[in-house]
């Protein structure tokens, strides 16, 4: 009986180990499950707990619901106010006059952090930010380099090359509009980077530009598109904020009527919001990523003040849709991909104006 019990003693060891280990692992952090993560933290864990920041924004003269690069920036604030707990608020100026006193209410207020969001505000920003010393800014669309303003650029002029190069593929009429805001250099980012991606791939095709002089008039925006449109233009780009939203309204007047007219959208995916049946592909800006990755960088201690953020393709900071497969064919967004390549390599260098 005892040289049983010995032969059966390892066995025994071996089993009792064998569940205490299966215990372990159950109970182990460690260990990945369903919804969590291989770090073995879960999704709620990844968010670091941080200093509840108050973080106010001043838009251009355009509605916070432009459908374009305001709404990008309001919507990154209020995803940080459902992450992190931020007070998150926005104020419109109607006027030119009403910049400056906006931007001073959140720094009255002692506002953590005051967004401006347009390169037309910059006047502004330089003003308070020497005034307020100890107030911090960001600007969207600016290369101020200030001890106490963190602003962000993009290569517009990249993405926009992208964009020319379906334009210049897709187009049956070898006539193609750009409508743009105001003449400004972010705004002549966009055109000069559409015009020279149509040249890469269609050398014939005519390129038609009109600014209006305003990103706030639907109206504008409309009037533009359909002289294009009555020219014989079938696509058109537009980067005019919320008087783009005009152009979209021109062209889904023409297809209802039977026609085909295509518009590119501008710094959000504009399918999403106007349809497919009329957006061709936007080129989106990541305005609401730069200000919710710099607003985030100031509670954890590293706000990038005195600098310029700088965003192109290589950067991930502009792109083509991701719905551009629903109405570009795949020849051409191969096509597109070889170009996105040449400017991250640095074989093309697309200029800014």
């Keep these: ?3 049983s019990m010995k032969a059966l003693l390892p066995l025994v060891l071996t089993f009792t180990l064998a569940i205490t280990a299966c215990g372990q692992a159950s109970n182990n952090k460690n260990t990945p499950t369903e919804g969590t993560n291989t770090n073995g933290t879960t999704a709620n864990d990844n968010k670091q707990e941080l200093k509840k920041l108050k973080v106010g924004m001043v838009t251009d003269l355009g509605s916070v619901n432009d459908k374009s690069f305001n709404q990008s920036a ?3 604030l209020q995803q940080l106010k459902k992450d992190y707990g931020f007070e998150v ?9 009403d910049v400056v006193p906006n931007l001073k ?3 009255n207020a002692n506002y953590d952090l005051t967004w401006a969001t347009a390169y037309t505000l910059a006047d502004a920003i330089t003003q308070l930010s020497k005034e307020n010393p100890n107030s911090m800014f960001g600007i969207v669309d600016s290369d101020l380099v200030l001890p106490n303003v963190a602003a962000v650029s993009f290569k517009e002029q990249e993405g926009s090359f992208l964009v020319g190069v379906i334009a210049g593929l897709t187009t049956k009429t070898n006539k193609i509009g750009f409508v743009g805001g105001m003449d400004i250099p972010v705004i002549k980012r966009f055109e000069a980077g559409f015009r020279e991606g149509i040249k890469a791939v269609n050398p014939d095709a005519k390129l038609s530009v009109n600014y209006t002089g305003l990103f ?4 504008m925006g409309k009037s533009a598109a359909s002289t294009m449109y009555n020219d014989g233009a079938d696509i058109i780009f537009h980067a005019a904020g919320l008087t783009g939203n005009g152009v979209f309204n021109e062209a889904k007047e023409r297809n209802s009527k039977g026609g085909k007219v295509w518009v590119i959208g501008v710094d959000k995916d504009q399918s999403l919001i106007f349809g497919d049946d009329v957006t061709l592909t936007s080129m989106i800006k990541k305005v ?9 960088s100031l509670a954890e201690g590293d706000f990038p003040a005195g600098k310029v953020t700088l965003m ?28 996105r390549e040449k400017i991250i390599n640095g074989d093309i260098v697309v200029p800014e104006k």
Excluded: C, H
């Design 1 to 3: 009986m005892k040289r």
């Design 74 to 76: 309001w919507e990154a």
């Design 89 to 97: 608020k926005y104020l419109e100026p109607k006027a030119d006059a």
């Design 105 to 107: 209410q959140f720094v």
């Design 216 to 219: 706030t008039r639907v109206d």
């Design 288 to 296: 609401d990523e730069a200000v919710y990755q710099i607003s985030k």
């Design 312 to 339: 192109g393709l290589k950067e991930k900071g502009v792109d083509i849709a991701p719905t551009s497969t629903k109405n570009v064919t795949p020849e051409i967004l191969a096509k597109v991909e070889e170009y």
